[in-house]
């Protein structure tokens, strides 16, 4: 789900334009922009035809656990998520 998280967006090479909330940025290759949850649905995002833009998105824990509860993943196949058991293959 989008909103609820936030975004990160690393311009790599060329440039893009990042509006949302009223405000406009351009991105050049080497800067970063972070784009907080509530600017995250109206949020638009042009990049030239030489850009390569790299996003991290880190949601908001209780609303990814909506969105996959809604969805029929259980609560603890959700927790199974976050905290996978610890392997014990090869280990004296």
């Known amino acids: ?9 690393h311009c790599i090479s060329g440039c ?3 509006e949302g909330g009223g405000r406009r940025r351009s991105l050049a290759a080497g800067e970063t922009a972070f784009v907080p949850a509530g600017l995250e649905s109206g949020l638009v995002v042009r990049a030239g035809a030489d850009c390569e833009l ?4 880190v949601p ?9 509860e809604q969805s029929g993943v259980t609560r603890g196949e959700f927790e199974a998520l976050w905290e996978p058991p610890e392997g014990t293959a090869g280990v004296e």
């Open 16 to 18: 893009a334009t990042i």
């Open 60 to 68: 908001e824990m209780g609303t990814l656990r909506s969105f996959l």
């Open 54 to 57: 790299l996003e991290d998105t």
């Open 1 to 9: 789900p989008n909103y609820g998280s936030y975004r990160i967006l």
